[in-house]
């Protein structure tokens, strides 16, 4: 074994630090689990102010520094973790104080939004800046750190747009008006609307005449509705500046009486300007069976005209902005969505049905109550991604193939003072087809079921079920679970003098005394701070002697060719 010698300072961080007296310790580093690194130190009992500020219920928690520095005869080694304190025990009979610490992937495990947090919606174009916007929330000023390629998180719905003739295409069919003194006349126009819906129709107040009360509407006859279910109403509106104009809508029972109304909606127009109205989502009243949509303008002056286009009625998904977004049968389709009429272009009902398995919107939606780690597992997990915290508190997404740089090797009789190789079948990390099970609810309320299979595969011999309470993220859970559960399943398990330089998910070479050598990376490092050894777990395969993968240096440097090797 190395002669080598190593000094453990452990410290409360500060301005100034302040030292703290260990008496032992150890810290791990696991690729498996969150928090990626956790530590135990054992100290003994400071000042009473000090161990007043070891209270890990402070806002923020208070951080732990443990700064090695071990002297070999080739050399210095030096490492500190930075790791914040999860729970402080006194033992007064001993007196010394256990202090427990993890790296920062804890703090998101902490944080909940107190209501539904939809932000996450808006960066379905970059699972970076997603995680991002997520770290940022629970550890201000907290950044991922660069490199990897980025991937897309598109949350998309079917969804029904329930206004048969929603931007008068061919003519004013179901649309309406009333007005309580003066004329109003409506105008359909065929140009000059939005891109996505040219035609609209223009309602125009007669010559010097005041018009009390214009209201413009899809009448009750042509939209039928559910009730209870939550529903989200929009339209686009033109008009005079200044001009206040009024979204609501009127429900109605299956025999024509009045329900109520839905919270309105005001828009302020700037001439020359369409500007889109869009309510909060709105459950109809319980006996709902038609519903007059309808925008309201006050008190308008002679030859004033107000401009409406692009109904869109539909169930709310949970994507406020995409529940408000205009479509109808016309509408382009795209790579995500396609887009028909039920019936008569402009005389039916309007449908967008999804093209690609893709998450669900409320799988975006970070719920009240729910805590950071568990809202972004799933959608890192489905990108085939883990997020990972290092003791130097640096954030990054990681997939299957990350290597944390460096390598170790630890051979029999050399440098390894412990050692042992075990194999299962049993082992619940091993498997080669996964079914992950998700259920959740939906805006409505109803309860919503899908399940992924994967298998490494198609004579896949042993399934492993996961059943996970979370909106679907979209696909890639269930074959990224499967490709990391390879090579699990035998472990081995060395002690050797602490490598300061030694992290999980890193290259190893073990030579075990009667077994074939065994290459593969770590995935547990744990430091004894007592011992001064560290004990490596890692998921290894066999490789013969003379394998191509145990000599120096890459193929490109090696002299001759592969068949003379």
């Known amino acids: ?286 006996n709902t069976a038609k519903i007059r949509v309808r925008v309201r303008a006050n008190q308008l002056g002679g030859s004033e005209e107000v401009d409406v286009t692009a109904w869109r009625l539909s169930e709310a998904t949970g994507d406020l902005v995409a529940d408000g977004l205009y479509f109808d049968g016309s509408t382009t389709d795209t790579t995500q969505y396609d887009y028909e009429w039920a019936n008569t272009a402009h005389a039916s009902v309007s449908t967008r049905r999804v093209k690609i398995n893709a998450a669900t919107p409320d799988a975006l939606i970070w719920k009240a109550g729910q805590d950071a780690l568990t809202f972004l597992a799933p959608l890192v997990q489905a990108a085939g991604r883990r997020l990972v915290c290092d003791e130097q508190r640096v954030w990054t997404l990681r997939d299957e193939n990350y290597d944390a740089g460096g390598a170790l090797e630890i051979r029999h009789a050399v440098n390894m003072a412990a050692g042992s190789e075990k194999t299962s079948r049993d082992d619940d990390d091993w498997f080669d087809a996964a079914a992950v099970e998700y259920e959740w609810k939906d805006q409505s309320g109803t309860t919503q079921q899908l399940v992924e299979t994967a298998s490494l595969t198609p004579s896949y011999t042993r399934l492993r079920r996961f059943q996970l309470a979370t909106p679907y993220p979209g696909p890639g859970r269930a074959a990224y679970v499967v490709r990391r559960a390879q090579g699990r399943g035998r472990e081995v398990t060395v002690s050797t003098v602490a490598d300061w330089s030694a992290k999980a998910e890193q290259g190893i070479t073990v030579v075990l005394e009667g077994s074939p050598t065994q290459i593969g990376q770590t995935n547990v490092v744990q430091f004894d701070l007592d011992s001064d050894q560290m004990t490596i777990t890692s998921r290894t395969i066999d490789t013969p002697t003379g394998a191509i993968d145990l000599l120096a240096g890459t193929i490109d440097s090696l002299v001759g060719t592969i068949d003379a090797l």
């Open 1 to 286: 074994m190395t002669d080598s010698s190593h000094v453990y300072t452990v410290a409360l961080k500060g301005s100034p630090n302040v030292q703290l007296s260990k008496r032992t310790g150890s810290v791990s580093l696991d690729a498996r689990r969150r928090p990626h690194v956790q530590g135990t130190v054992v100290i003994a009992v400071p000042s009473l102010t000090v161990l007043a500020a070891l209270d890990p219920r402070t806002s923020p928690p208070p951080r732990i520094l443990i700064d090695v520095l071990a002297t070999f005869p080739w050399g210095v080694q030096h490492r500190v973790f930075d790791l914040t304190l999860r729970d402080r025990s006194v033992d007064l009979a001993e007196a010394t104080v256990t202090l427990t610490l993890a790296s920062d992937e804890a703090l998101l495990s902490d944080y909940a939004p107190l209501a539904d947090d939809t932000a996450p919606l808006n960066y379905q174009s970059s699972l970076r800046l997603l995680v991002g916007y997520v770290l940022g929330k629970v550890i201000p000023g907290t950044v991922l750190s660069p490199g990897g390629i980025d991937v897309t998180v598109p949350a998309l719905a079917n969804s029904s747009n329930l206004i048969r003739n929603p931007r008068a295409g061919t003519n004013t069919t179901d649309w309406a008006w009333t007005q309580t003194s003066g004329g109003l006349t409506p105008t359909r126009r065929t140009t000059g609307g939005p891109a996505y819906s040219p035609t609209y129709v223009a309602y125009v107040s007669n010559a010097g005449v005041f018009t009390n009360n214009a209201e413009i509407y899809i009448g009750e006859s042509a939209v039928s509705l559910s009730g209870g279910k939550h529903h989200v109403l929009s339209v686009d509106l033109s008009g005079a500046t200044g001009r206040q104009i009024i979204l609501d809508a009127v429900c109605f029972d299956a025999s024509g009486n009045i329900l109520g109304f839905i919270p309105p909606v005001t828009t302020t127009m700037t001439a020359g300007t369409w500007k889109r109205a869009v309510t909060a989502p709105f459950a109809a009243y319980a």
